[in-house]
């Protein structure tokens, strides 16, 4: 059974870091690339990073570009999105999600083929 679960979300201070995992789970990863996607009330969820099946390949949204770094584990089957100098502005639910066949639309949901159930980061003072 495919599973993707989420944990590392937390309640941080403006300008604190937090380092999501992704953690996957009847599927090898090494075939998948991994995208991260953030939600908040009364919005879609908007593509925040991407990783290649190799790691070679990486993209990141404009308002993250030189605060996040995503990365893969293949001996622990886990990709992690390392968050650094957070704003009120990164606060959301965020999800991790496994493309099998990326074709370039990497911040669209429907690029994706499963999904995590999420985890909540909130960016407060």
Known sequence: QFQLVESGGDLVQPGGSLRLSCTVSGFTLDYWAIGW????????????????????????????????????????????LQMNNLTPEDTGFYYCAADALPTGDWDQENEYDYWGQGTQVTVSS
């Open 37 to 80: 996607f953030r939600q908040v009330p009364g919005k879609g969820r908007e593509g925040v990073s991407f990783i290649s099946t190799s790691g070679d390949k990486t993209n990141y949204v404009d308002s993250v570009k030189g605060r996040f770094t995503t990365s893969r584990d293949k001996a622990k089957n886990t990709v992690y």
